[in-house]
């Protein structure tokens, strides 16, 4: 069974720049697909953006287009989260998911990120 660890979650102030990381273990995820998601307090998970298995297809929500960036490194077994000019709405924990028969079904347990004004 694969487990999702994220990591590089903080505090920056708007307009910075942060980078979140997904390490899995268990199993290798170089097969999947893999999305980033984020969730605040007392709203629906939001997708952020997914990466095929091979990182040659990339989606992005249309909030973070052209600021965010996904990225793999399938020798680490490990997504990455590329995230610039920081807005105050990105505040939330970000969790990434591996996709799994057409569906996200396993879960890190996130981590948060905080933007300042």
């Known amino acids: 069974q694969v487990q999702l660890v994220e990591s590089g979650g903080g505090l920056v102030q708007a307009g910075g720049s942060l980078r979140v990381s997904c390490a899995a273990s268990g199993r290798t995820i170089s097969l999947y697909s893999m999305g980033w998601f984020r969730q605040t307090p007392g709203k629906e998970r939001e997708f952020v953006a997914a990466i095929s298995w091979n990182g040659g297809s990339t989606s992005y929500a249309d909030s973070v287009k052209g600021r965010f960036t996904i990225s793999r490194d399938n020798a680490k077994n490990t997504v990455y989260l590329q995230m610039n000019s920081l807005k105050p709405e990105d505040t939330a924990v970000y969790s990434c998911?591996?996709?799994?028969?057409?569906?996200?079904?396993?879960w890190g347990q996130g981590t948060q990120v905080t933007v300042s004004s």
């Open positions: 998911a591996l996709q799994k028969g057409g569906k996200y079904d396993v």
